[in-house]
């Protein structure tokens, strides 16, 4: 059975399971990890911003933040349909300007850009291949350049539970 809670701050969680009437957690090659659930008469109101995480026993299969939530009220009851994304979503709000250099690799741009977000592991962050020519990123969300990076490389990037980032080759099989 999976375990669904939430928090505000990621050191308190409140176990929201025995409310929740669907959950489906996707993960897609060239989208972000996410989780869908509804809940019904939760004790306290669930807003974008709040993060989530989803467990099967001891193990966290999920952690993410939410992204948005659609509330629905019939007669008494009172849904809300939560979609959650991996916290690798958080990097959608950083606009950056950077300049890399021929020869930067491809794992140091994508340290580089996890370094806009606090606690991020970076341990599982392949180099892959470097640049042939200088590369100028001028106002672009952080997200949409790792994705870039990852795409143009045949790499995946993923945030794992634990904040612990990985770019690795996409295996064929």
């Known amino acids: 059975m999976m375990t669904i809670e939430i928090s505000t701050n990621r050191v308190s969680w409140t176990d929201i399971s025995y409310r929740v009437t669907r959950a489906t957690h996707k993960i897609a090659s060239r989208e972000l990890e996410t989780l869908e659930f509804t809940v019904t008469n939760p004790s306290s109101a669930i807003s974008v911003g709040m993060y989530v995480r989803a467990r099967r026993g001891t193990a966290t299969v999920f952690e993410g933040v939410v992204y948005e939530v659609r509330r629905r009220k019939v007669a008494n009851v009172v849904e809300y349909g939560v979609r959650a994304y991996s916290e690798l979503a958080l990097y959608d709000r950083h606009v950056v300007f950077r300049l890399y250099d021929t020869g930067t690799s491809a794992g140091a741009i994508i340290r580089d850009l996890a370094s806009l977000e606090t606690d991020v592991d970076t341990d599982n962050v392949d180099d892959g291949p470097s640049l042939t020519m200088p590369w100028s990123i001028e106002n672009v969300p952080a997200l949409a350049v790792m994705l ?24 064929v099989g």
Do not use: E, Q, S
């Not at 990076?149 to 996409?170: C, D, E, Q, S, W």
């Open 148 to 171: 870039d990076v990852a795409r143009g490389t045949n790499h995946y990037t993923r945030m794992k539970p634990g904040r612990i980032l990985y770019f690795k080759p996409k295996a």
